[in-house]
């Protein structure tokens, strides 16, 4: 037996990413984004509404950072998801947390998130859904703490979370249970 829901955007996870940019007067500013994500190799695709101070600064600077928080920064993660830099001004500076300049694109590195894409802006496009931000991959830092002895990325040690569309919640991400590419290839021996 199933239940009709109509139109809603529930599909489960959703990811929590955090866009950051640069305002006007170099502050740093930073916003909590779940509708986007990889669309190619090296590029990303965020969509997002107009009225965010972060669509100013990305159409102003061209380039922002994408990264992934880890649980132990939910709580100013949330918050950059809650308040706009359009109304609180000192957005960034009351999260506690600490930004350092991308030494390949103009837009900050949050210190306390373990992964980071930096991004270079290489289209925007208005659409009747909203504003599509294409964006160049042109590298990825990760904080020793996330990587393993051989020096990759080990996505458990991120403690990452997802985003619950549906009922509004937080879900943490991390034990792995399968190995793509690999979980399913029996299947393929089946004639």
Same mark, same amino acid.
């Given at each position: 037996? &199933?239940?009709?829901?109509?139109?809603?955007?529930?599909?489960?996870?959703?990811?929590?990413?955090?866009?950051?940019?640069?305002?006007?007067?170099? &502050?740093? =500013?930073?916003?909590?984004?779940?509708?986007?994500?990889?669309?190619?190799?090296?590029?990303?695709?965020?969509?997002?509404?107009? =009225?965010?101070?972060?669509?100013?600064?990305?159409?102003?600077? %061209?380039?922002?950072?994408?990264?992934?928080?880890?649980?132990?920064?939910?709580?100013?993660?949330?918050?950059?998801?809650?308040?706009?830099?359009?109304?609180? %001004?000192?957005?960034?500076?009351?999260?506690?947390?600490?930004?350092?300049?991308?030494?390949?694109?103009?837009?900050?590195?949050?210190?306390?998130?373990?992964? &980071?894409?930096?991004?270079?802006?290489?289209?925007?496009?208005?659409?009747?859904?909203?504003?599509?931000?294409?964006?160049?991959?042109?590298?990825?830092?990760?904080?020793?703490?996330?990587?393993?002895?051989?020096? %990759?990325?080990?996505?458990? %040690?991120?403690?990452?979370?997802?985003?619950?569309?549906?009922?509004?919640?937080?879900?943490?991400?991390?034990?792995?249970?399968?190995?793509?590419?690999?979980?399913?290839?029996?299947?393929?021996?089946?004639?």
């Amino acid at each position: 037996m &199933t239940k009709d829901f109509g139109v809603k955007p529930y599909l489960f996870p959703m990811p929590t990413y955090m866009i950051g940019t640069y305002n006007e007067d170099d &502050t740093v =500013d930073v916003m909590m984004m779940a509708w986007g994500g990889i669309c190619a190799e090296d590029m990303v695709a965020l969509n997002l509404e107009e =009225d965010h101070k972060t669509v100013a600064n990305l159409k102003e600077k %061209k380039a922002f950072t994408l990264a992934v928080p880890g649980i132990d920064t939910i709580e100013q993660s949330d918050f950059f998801g809650i308040a706009s830099a359009n109304r609180v %001004k000192d957005k960034f500076e009351r999260s506690g947390l600490h930004a350092v300049k991308s030494s390949r694109v103009n837009a900050p590195v949050i210190t306390e998130y373990p992964l &980071t894409l930096e991004c270079e802006v290489i289209e925007m496009q208005e659409q009747p859904y909203g504003l599509r931000v294409l964006g160049r991959i042109v590298n990825v830092i990760a904080d020793e703490k996330i990587l393993n002895e051989k020096g %990759k990325i080990d996505c458990a %040690k991120i403690g990452a979370f997802a985003f619950d569309q549906i009922n509004h919640g937080y879900y943490a991400i991390g034990e792995q249970v399968g190995k793509a590419w690999n979980s399913g290839s029996e299947l393929m021996k089946k004639q």
